[in-house]
């Protein structure tokens, strides 16, 4: 426990870290250009999505990321037109519920597969949750074809390392899950989406998807330790980054503006995603609250205090829930070899 504690107070280097993160921000900033050169502010929600593909794959060999990029590629896309479709449906906050938490199980039991990194179901279930409650009216094939349009792009800005990129060792190799440890894992995702958005919808607050994600967000780290301090991460650093979203949304951006400074908070956040949890979270807060400024207008007292207040309930089913289920998850681990966690 000391020694967590003292590493929430050190920052490693980041070396290695800032070229992974540029190639997320112009994958970001590229597509968010497009669309407001085109005049299609409804379609930048996909657009950030899709971009968001980057983040996997980052500390890979070449080879590998380029594989990993597609096949997150094809999830998040999957994950952004099935919330598309949800949307055009006017699917209600219980149906997301539901639908949430069978993506969910399905996913973790589809990212550990496929070897995927960051580990588990969070960006997809991000994705979906986010644009399931964003209004959209056209088409669904232009939702469609914007998601591939920015996927793309990300997959050719991580082939682009290839070529600018630094060239660091891949991680070293691990074995897959047993299957016993992947539906375990599957399971305690899908229980605690299930009970965070419950409990946030219940109470009738107005973005239950945001406990749906906080309590998904520590499951990923190894251990039962790592995984509390998940957790403590990201509360802390949620609740600063609720501090800095509160300052910025009381400037009129521009949509430009706008698409720019997304683009620069999320670059911010993945320098420190793997170096330091709760600062990652301090700039990609606020990416979380204003991305779908371009199409929604919420007063910014209203998201500050939903994503503060539900990002406690989901660090909190979290908790209870690992402490839950911590020995049935060691027995899985043990029944064989076991993959790399966390991102």
């Given at each position: 426990?000391?020694?967590?504690?003292?590493?929430?107070?050190?920052?490693?280097?980041?070396?290695?870290?800032?070229?992974?993160?540029?190639?997320?921000?112009?994958?970001?900033?590229?597509?968010?250009?497009?669309?407001?050169?085109?005049?299609?502010?409804?379609?930048?929600?996909?657009?950030?999505?899709?971009?968001?593909?980057?983040?996997?794959?980052?500390?890979?060999?070449?080879?590998?990321?380029?594989?990993?990029?597609?096949?997150?590629?094809?999830?998040?896309?999957?994950?952004?037109?099935?919330?598309?479709?949800?949307?055009?449906?006017?699917?209600?906050?219980?149906a997301v519920v539901l639908a949430g938490t069978v993506l969910a199980g399905t996913f973790s039991v589809?990212?550990?597969?496929?070897?995927?990194?960051?580990?588990?179901?969070?960006?997809?279930?991000?994705?979906?949750?986010?644009?399931?409650?964003?209004?959209?009216?056209?088409?669904?094939?232009?939702?469609?074809?914007?998601?591939?349009?920015?996927?793309?792009?990300?997959?050719?800005?991580?082939?682009?390392?290839?070529?600018?990129?630094?060239?660091?060792?891949?991680?070293?190799?691990?074995?897959?899950?047993?299957?016993?440890?992947?539906?375990?894992?599957?399971?305690?995702?899908?229980?605690?989406?299930?009970?965070?958005?419950?409990?946030?919808?219940?109470?009738?607050?107005?973005?239950?998807?945001?406990?749906?994600?906080?309590?998904?967000?520590?499951?990923?780290?190894?251990?039962?330790?790592?995984?509390?301090?998940?957790?403590?991460?990201?509360?802390?650093?949620?609740y600063a980054g609720v501090g800095l979203s509160a300052a910025l949304l009381t400037v009129d951006w521009?949509?430009?503006?706008?698409?720019?400074?997304?683009?620069?908070?999320?670059?911010?956040?993945?320098?420190?995603?793997?170096?330091?949890?709760?600062?990652?979270?301090?700039?990609?807060?606020?990416?979380?609250l204003m991305m779908t400024g371009f199409v929604v207008s919420v007063p910014a007292h209203r998201l500050?205090?939903?994503?503060?207040?539900?990002?406690?309930?989901?660090?909190?089913?979290?908790?209870?829930?690992?402490?839950?289920?911590?020995?049935?998850?060691?027995?899985?681990?043990?029944?064989?070899?076991?993959?790399?966690?966390?991102?």
């Amino acid at each position: 426990m000391n020694q967590h504690v003292r590493g929430f107070f050190e920052l490693p280097s980041g070396r290695g870290h800032r070229v992974p993160a540029l190639r997320v921000g112009a994958g970001i900033a590229l597509p968010l250009l497009v669309m407001l050169l085109l005049g299609r502010l409804d379609l930048t929600v996909y657009v950030i999505f899709g971009a968001l593909t980057g983040v996997f794959g980052r500390a890979e060999s070449h080879r590998l990321r380029f594989r990993h990029l597609g096949s997150a590629g094809v999830l998040m896309g999957v994950s952004i037109v099935a919330g598309a479709t949800a949307s055009l449906a006017g699917t209600g906050p219980w149906a997301v519920v539901l639908a949430g938490t069978v993506l969910a199980g399905t996913f973790s039991v589809l990212s550990d597969r496929l070897g995927l990194r960051p580990a588990g179901p969070f960006f997809f279930l991000f994705a979906f949750t986010t644009t399931a409650g964003v209004p959209f009216a056209g088409p669904l094939s232009e939702a469609a074809l914007a998601v591939v349009g920015s996927v793309l792009t990300a997959v050719a800005l991580g082939l682009a390392g290839t070529v600018t990129g630094p060239r660091w060792d891949p991680p070293p190799p691990y074995g897959p899950l047993p299957w016993s440890a992947m539906l375990l894992r599957a399971g305690r995702y899908a229980l605690a989406v299930s009970l965070a958005g419950a409990v946030a919808t219940a109470l009738g607050l107005g973005h239950h998807n945001w406990a749906m994600l906080a309590a998904t967000a520590p499951l990923a780290a190894a251990g039962l330790a790592g995984r509390l301090n998940r957790a403590v991460h990201n509360v802390v650093g949620t609740y600063a980054g609720v501090g800095l979203s509160a300052a910025l949304l009381t400037v009129d951006w521009t949509p430009l503006q706008l698409a720019l400074l997304l683009a620069l908070l999320q670059f911010a956040g993945e320098v420190y995603a793997v170096r330091h949890h709760s600062l990652s979270l301090v700039f990609m807060t606020p990416v979380a609250l204003m991305m779908t400024g371009f199409v929604v207008s919420v007063p910014a007292h209203r998201l500050v205090l939903d994503r503060a207040v539900e990002t406690t309930i989901g660090a909190g089913v979290a908790v209870a829930l690992v402490l839950a289920t911590e020995r049935a998850v060691r027995r899985a681990r043990n029944s064989g070899p076991v993959g790399a966690s966390g991102r």
